[in-house]
């Protein structure tokens, strides 16, 4: 990509490198997002190429979210060739395909020659089989080849995130003659770290930093200089398996291998950081039943995404109520029952939440597994009895006060500790057998975890109200 214009311009949005897209708030500029605008509306080409051609792939992907979808294809469509499609990779899913749709295939194919191959892929991946095909036919043989094997990986692998464009040269060459390659070639990557060692049926048996070549003499065989590489990612490695690989070892790029163990591809720690990102992402989205929805779907789309697990929890909203039916002659004698009772399951909800969020974050980053499971669940029960009794206390205190009644205090304190007690349980509990049989524990725990401490609660509290005014 080139440099940024240096030289003031008089018009349209060129200024914005200048004067910078982003406010204060760091979302783009409302003057800047003005003028991209009036561009378009005007089919003023020159303006448009002059203020957005010299952006960062990541600002022309804000860009693009903070525009119209009619003003996104109309970018596009005006740019031409000066467009950087790596600013599709910055971009959600649905923006992406909005704009790669409006185009025809023989653009793409010519923007997707320019890319990087995990850039192309992550492009492809989302569009139809027959568009694939079309687009991959008008491609080189090689870069098809490539893309063809990148695609033929599942999805969120470390074969769908890999770079098929590395350097790898035999054990035999010396290291003048791997410099004079490096320099001689075109057709490597912009940029590396590392240089793969390779034998002729293209297994991978070493690698060599490239400071290490910079230091040593042209005359030694790469062999004598190479190290093994420890840490080779398998391509069909799930990709959040291959980031915490990067993660323990601070890697910045790792060999991607196929089953026979021949390179296949490089991973990068650029991609990597974006895996963990969208990870993240969606272990917290799951979190809140949502499931995969994006700022830019429709109303329809995140509606229907919403749906399913507002009907379960609508399903055990019905089953916590069905409780507290059972002892509605004794809330009705004793009116605080009901004020208090929403008291006891909310907490036990928010106390259940907290360890269930500590241990969906330790079972997606690898540190609770079956080595330290049971010294993790004694720590959170601990931890539950403690909250148990201090907020007992303090609640016991206060409703007592409250109400003028020692009676309906020491209630409230004993269902808050049993609820917290089984709050904390079902946190570590759920999650783990969730990840047992196999089930995003991200996906359903909250669900259960609701019901259990609803139901317990209410159960704890108007039970044992139930039984000491002896209303059965």
Same mark, same amino acid.
């Given at each position: 990509?080139?440099?940024?214009?240096?030289?003031?311009?008089?018009?349209?949005?060129?200024?914005?490198?200048?004067?910078?897209?982003?406010?204060?708030?760091?979302?783009?500029?409302?003057?800047?997002?003005?003028?991209?605008?009036?561009?378009? $509306?005007?089919?003023?080409?020159?303006?448009?190429?002059?203020?957005?051609?010299?952006?960062?792939?990541?600002?022309?992907?804000?860009?693009?979210?903070?525009?119209?979808?009619?003003?996104?294809?109309?970018?596009?469509?005006?740019?031409?060739?000066?467009?950087?499609?790596?600013?599709?990779?910055?971009?959600?899913?649905?923006?992406?395909?909005? +704009?790669?749709?409006?185009?025809?295939?023989?653009?793409?194919?010519?923007?997707?020659?320019?890319?990087?191959?995990?850039?192309?892929?992550?492009?492809?991946?989302?569009?139809?089989?027959?568009?694939?095909?079309?687009?991959?036919?008008?491609?080189?043989?090689?870069?098809?080849?490539?893309?063809?094997?990148?695609?033929?990986?599942?999805?969120?692998?470390?074969?769908?995130?890999?770079?098929?464009?590395?350097?790898?040269?035999?054990?035999?060459?010396?290291?003048?003659?791997?410099?004079?390659?490096?320099?001689?070639?075109?057709?490597?990557?912009?940029?590396?770290?590392?240089?793969?060692?390779?034998?002729?049926?293209?297994?991978?048996?070493?690698?060599?930093?490239?400071?290490?070549?910079?230091?040593?003499?042209?005359?030694?065989?790469?062999?004598?200089?190479?190290?093994?590489?420890?840490?080779?990612?398998?391509?069909?490695?799930?990709?959040?398996?291959?980031?915490?690989?990067?993660?323990?070892?601070?890697?910045?790029?790792?060999?991607?291998?196929?089953?026979?163990?021949?390179?296949?591809?490089?991973?990068?720690?650029?991609?990597?950081?974006?895996? +963990?990102?969208?990870?993240?992402?969606?272990?917290?989205?799951?979190?809140?039943?949502?499931?995969?929805?994006?700022?830019?779907?429709?109303?329809?789309?995140?509606?229907?995404?919403?749906?399913?697990?507002?009907?379960?929890?609508?399903?055990?909203?019905?089953?916590?109520?069905?409780?507290?039916?059972?002892?509605?002659?004794?809330?009705?004698?004793?009116?605080?029952?009901?004020?208090?009772?929403?008291?006891?399951?909310?907490?036990?909800?928010?106390?259940?939440?907290?360890?269930?969020?500590?241990?969906?974050? $330790?079972?997606?980053?690898?540190?609770?597994?079956?080595? *330290?499971?049971?010294?993790?669940?004694?720590?959170?029960?601990?931890?539950?009895?403690? *909250?148990?009794?201090?907020?007992?206390?303090?609640?016991?205190?206060?409703?007592?006060?409250?109400?003028?009644?020692?009676?309906?205090?020491?209630?409230?304190?004993?269902?808050?500790?049993? *609820?917290?007690?089984?709050?904390?349980?079902?946190? +570590?509990?759920?999650?783990?057998?969730?990840?047992?049989?196999?089930?995003?524990?991200?996906?359903?725990?909250?669900?259960?975890?609701?019901?259990?401490?609803?139901?317990?609660?209410?159960?704890?509290?108007?039970?044992?109200?139930?039984?000491?005014?002896?209303?059965?």
């Amino acid at each position: 990509m080139s440099e940024p214009e240096t030289e003031a311009h008089d018009s349209g949005p060129a200024e914005a490198p200048e004067r910078g897209i982003y406010d204060e708030d760091g979302v783009i500029s409302p003057d800047f997002l003005a003028r991209v605008g009036a561009a378009i $509306a005007d089919g003023d080409t020159a303006a448009l190429k002059q203020g957005v051609a010299s952006l960062h792939q990541s600002e022309i992907g804000d860009l693009l979210e903070a525009l119209q979808p009619e003003q996104r294809r109309a970018l596009v469509r005006l740019m031409g060739a000066e467009f950087d499609f790596t600013a599709l990779t910055e971009v959600d899913e649905a923006i992406r395909l909005d +704009i790669v749709e409006s185009l025809p295939n023989e653009q793409i194919a010519e923007a997707v020659q320019q890319l990087d191959s995990d850039d192309a892929v992550y492009i492809l991946e989302d569009l139809d089989p027959e568009d694939q095909e079309e687009i991959l036919a008008q491609l080189p043989f090689t870069e098809r080849v490539r893309l063809r094997r990148s695609l033929g990986y599942p999805e969120e692998t470390a074969g769908r995130r890999m770079q098929t464009e590395f350097v790898a040269v035999p054990p035999f060459w010396t290291v003048g003659q791997t410099i004079d390659y490096m320099r001689e070639d075109r057709n490597l990557p912009d940029s590396f770290s590392q240089i793969f060692v390779i034998d002729p049926t293209f297994r991978l048996v070493g690698a060599v930093d490239l400071d290490r070549i910079l230091r040593t003499q042209r005359s030694v065989k790469i062999e004598d200089i190479m190290h093994e590489t420890r840490h080779a990612i398998p391509a069909t490695m799930d990709q959040e398996e291959a980031a915490r690989i990067f993660e323990q070892y601070d890697l910045l790029s790792a060999a991607v291998v196929d089953e026979n163990d021949r390179l296949v591809g490089v991973l990068t720690i650029d991609d990597v950081v974006d895996v +963990i990102t969208q990870e993240a992402e969606e272990d917290l989205l799951r979190m809140g039943g949502v499931g995969d929805e994006e700022l830019s779907d429709s109303v329809l789309a995140a509606g229907r995404s919403r749906v399913p697990w507002l009907m379960v929890n609508l399903i055990t909203a019905f089953l916590a109520a069905s409780v507290i039916s059972l002892f509605d002659a004794t809330i009705e004698q004793v009116v605080a029952l009901a004020v208090l009772m929403p008291i006891v399951a909310g907490m036990g909800g928010n106390a259940g939440s907290q360890t269930m969020t500590v241990t969906v974050r $330790a079972l997606a980053t690898g540190d609770l597994g079956a080595h *330290n499971a049971w010294r993790i669940i004694r720590r959170e029960i601990g931890v539950g009895l403690l *909250n148990g009794v201090v907020f007992a206390t303090l609640i016991g205190l206060i409703a007592g006060t409250w109400f003028d009644s020692v009676t309906i205090g020491g209630i409230i304190a004993a269902a808050m500790i049993i *609820n917290m007690f089984v709050a904390a349980l079902a946190g +570590i509990l759920i999650p783990l057998l969730l990840n047992r049989l196999g089930i995003d524990p991200a996906v359903a725990s909250s669900v259960f975890l609701t019901t259990i401490t609803d139901v317990v609660g209410f159960f704890a509290f108007l039970g044992l109200a139930t039984w000491w005014f002896g209303l059965l």
